[in-house]
């Protein structure tokens, strides 16, 4: 063994030494990358095809409540030799070494991806964005994208997340096979234009297939010139800027017919050429929630309270607070679209989405006609269930209140104020409700009998957070609808919503909005539960008990300083009602109820009138903190066993 001097066995210990910190330091750095990357014997993957990693190809899904999985696994049956893989499971640093992935990814809130899918999501945009990765993909990974978006929220958020990754891959060095795949569920026709998609892919893989290029255990390519545009549609097809939106995730496995059913070329429209609202995808899965669809846009419903009283079992809190007769009350809307997706939205986001009016429009007599027509015939289907009488069965055919407030944003409708006159002349209340993102609608709609403005949070996080709007200047447009309230002489009501862990903490926030709007009343309710869904976070968990209601609503009338007072609950409904003291309590006695003969004559008359002109004495079991809890006492109460789990 040779001899070394002292000075040179320093030197070759301090060459050791710095390699080593060199080699761990740079194995910390680059520690996500698989071990391929770092060992520059290995010979590049595009220079030996054969030294590529066998594997199958995967296919990624990118879903929050199904529609992507679903689509995906429409992909498996095309494709034998691939495998479905759960991002959420999947271990990033292995796909750096596929050599075949599909992604079906669907953009969800706010432009990102779903949550279980985020952490891969942000592992590939970490690599295409480090400089020491490189083009590592390059010669050995394919790669194709099908995004699943919702246009209605932009172009800047329109399938972002399938756009990004589709951009990360390629900077990364992998190569596309075929064309980017745009689902938009707008369309109601993302299973149609998949399937399509996905046939072109797997051509294309055959293609190459033919060629013997392997990749693994799949062939991959390009398609050729001719056989389809960069975004996928033909060239006769035309993506509108702004059309019905359904969530984007609740279009899985659903039924979608012929482009020429939807596309406003059949009766029921003016003929301009517009989209119907109700696409055949939307009306399948609303029809199926029980609504009976008016037209291209309207929708009529049975209440559940209407068949509690017309069985004599009780009225809904409008019934306490306001003197409704809930079996002789139609629940309609003129516009299922709305312009948020609330986390609460008790249809789990079936209806559409829109910030403007961008579809055909049907007259506004033929809605109420045929609302009227379609409410009779399902309170014809109450004859015969117990406790229906035949006096009740007999004024339940005869509705007289109107709650313009089934779903989305009627007053969107721009014919409202048409549909109201009509409602009126038939003597029939109108209880319209507004989510407060169309100040210049409430600006010029005509008298109605109780003007709804729906306050679901007091700041504009929490307003961002619980309403998911569309509009970017959402919180501008809440406090001009507030503003505008303020101007109408009849009957108006801030409508809260509380959500348990979202917002009823703010009432010192909540309170601050009084004085803009100056409503007569306030309803507080607790969120009502609606089942179990992925378009929503929320659980019984976050549902208040009366008891939180009411400690809210005591807690908000005190801050008013006496102007607001508690004067009413629903304790069936978990529901309280804040009055303007000063209005509509006359000598220590309420009179938050409604004379609707009176309103109509008002009305008619022309004639200026404000709301204190048709108010009507409360009855002392509707008064809060009376025994009966707002419940009828004409009515036989009836309690049913409650299911639902709750660790509270």
Request: charged share 25%.
């Amino acid at each position: 063994m040779p001899q070394y001097s002292l000075s040179t066995r320093l030197t070759l210990l301090a060459l050791l030494t710095s390699s080593s910190v060199y080699l761990l330091i740079k194995s910390r750095l680059l520690r996500r990358l698989p071990l391929l990357l770092l060992s520059p014997s290995l010979p590049a993957a595009a220079d030996n095809p054969n030294l590529r990693p066998k594997s199958n190809p995967k296919v990624f899904t990118f879903s929050q409540t199904g529609t992507s999985l679903s689509l995906a696994r429409r992909l498996l049956d095309r494709l034998p030799s691939s495998r479905l893989v759960d991002p959420s499971s999947y271990e990033p640093d292995d796909f750096l070494s596929e050599t075949l992935v599909v992604f079906v990814a669907s953009t969800w809130e706010d432009g990102g991806p779903p949550e279980g899918s985020r952490f891969l999501f942000e592992y590939i945009e970490e690599c295409a964005s480090d400089f020491r990765v490189g083009r590592v993909l390059e010669g050995k990974c394919r790669f194709a994208v099908f995004g699943v978006g919702s246009s209605g929220y932009g172009e800047e958020r329109f399938n972002k997340v399938g756009k990004d990754l589709r951009r990360w891959l390629k900077e990364l060095g992998a190569e596309e096979v075929g064309e980017f795949g745009v689902g938009d569920v707008d369309e109601g026709r993302v299973d149609e234009v998949f399937d399509d998609w996905s046939g072109k892919l797997v051509r294309a893989l055959e293609k190459k297939d033919a060629n013997g290029v392997a990749n693994g255990n799949s062939q991959v390519g390009t398609l050729e010139e001719g056989d389809g545009d960069e975004e996928g549609w033909d060239s006769d097809e035309v993506i509108p800027d702004e059309i019905s939106v359904v969530d984007m995730e609740d279009v899985a496995g659903k039924w979608v017919s012929s482009r020429k059913d939807w596309e406003g070329n059949g009766d029921g429209g003016k003929g301009d050429g517009k989209k119907a609202m109700v696409t055949p995808v939307i009306r399948a899965s609303l029809e199926k929630q029980g609504y009976k669809i008016i037209g291209s846009h309207s929708g009529v419903k049975i209440c559940r309270w209407t068949k509690s009283q017309l069985r004599g079992r009780g009225g809904c809190y409008k019934h306490s607070f306001y003197g409704i007769e809930s079996h002789r009350c139609m629940e309609a809307t003129p516009s299922l679209a709305c312009a948020n997706k609330c986390v609460f939205c008790w249809r789990h986001h079936t209806n559409p989405v829109g910030k403007s009016w961008q579809w055909k429009m049907d007259d506004p007599l033929d809605i109420v006609d045929s609302a009227i027509e379609l409410h009779k015939k399902m309170i014809k289907q109450m004859k015969g269930v117990p406790g229906v009488t035949a006096e009740r069965l007999s004024e339940g055919l005869a509705p007289r209140h109107c709650a313009l407030s089934l779903v989305g944003e009627p007053i969107m409708y721009p014919e409202i104020n048409a549909l109201v006159d009509d409602l009126h002349r038939r003597q029939i209340s109108t209880f319209l409700v507004t989510n407060a993102q169309f100040p210049e609608k409430i600006k010029m709609l005509k008298p109605v009998t109780q003007l709804y403005v729906s306050v679901d949070a007091a700041t504009k996080e929490s307003l961002k957070a619980i309403d998911r709007p569309l509009f970017g200047d959402f919180w501008e447009r809440f406090i001009d609808s507030l503003r505008e309230l303020k101007d109408k002489q009849q009957r108006t009501v801030y409508r809260l919503t509380l959500v348990k862990g979202w917002n009823t903490e703010d009432v010192d926030a909540y309170s601050s909005l009084f004085t803009i709007g100056q409503p007569d009343f306030v309803e507080i309710k607790g969120v009502t539960y609606c089942g179990s869904s992925a378009t929503s976070k929320l659980t019984m968990e976050n549902v208040p008990w009366h008891a939180d209601v009411k400690s809210f609503s005591e807690a908000l009338a005190s801050k008013s300083n006496g102007e607001y007072e508690v004067a009413c609950e629903h304790v069936h409904s978990c529901c309280v009602l804040l009055a303007k003291a000063s209005k509509f309590k006359v000598d220590g006695q309420w009179h938050t109820w409604i004379d609707y003969e009176k309103f109509h004559n008002l009305v008619a008359s022309g004639e200026p009138f404000d709301s204190t002109d048709y108010m009507a004495v409360t009855p002392s079991w509707a008064v809060y903190g009376a025994n009966e809890g707002g419940f009828d006492p004409d009515q036989s109460r009836y309690k049913k066993e409650r299911h639902h789990k709750s660790s509270r």
